[in-house]
């Protein structure tokens, strides 16, 4: 079984930072991309960020230059660096990962972390 364990929510004033943390543990055979994704009250859930195993990024337009993807490969492990919080940025944050068992290929999700910025 594969695990996806997040950390490093939390309540953080308009203008601040957090990190957030995913690890994955489990039956891993290699991961390729890793990333994550928030969902806002009332909206859909949007990609954030996404880098792939060479180390390769992709960042929605709305965190450009505020938030940073990182991973360590040999910690199977995905970080979000959010700087200059937004009120907007209000969200559950979820980490995935496309990770390779000897099931196959399969994206996993991890359960969810909270990310309240306030005025």
């Known amino acids: 079984q594969v695990q996806l364990r997040e950390s490093g929510g939390g309540l953080v004033q308009e203008g601040g930072s957090l990190r957030l943390s995913c690890a994955a543990s489990?039956?891993?055979?290699?991961?390729?991309?890793m990333g994550w994704y928030r969902q806002g009250p009332g909206k859909q859930r949007e990609l954030v960020a996404t880098?792939?195993?060479?180390?390769?990024?992709i960042y929605a337009d709305s965190v450009k230059g505020r938030f940073t993807i990182s991973r360590d490969n040999a910690k199977s492990t995905v970080y979000l660096h959010m700087n200059s919080l937004k009120l907007e940025d209000t969200a559950v944050y979820y980490c995935y990962a496309d990770i390779w068992t000897l099931a196959g290929e399969n994206d996993y999700w991890g359960q969810g972390t909270q990310v309240t910025v306030s005025s």
């Open positions: 489990g039956s891993i055979f290699a991961i390729n991309s």
């Open positions: 880098i792939t195993s060479g180390g390769s990024t």
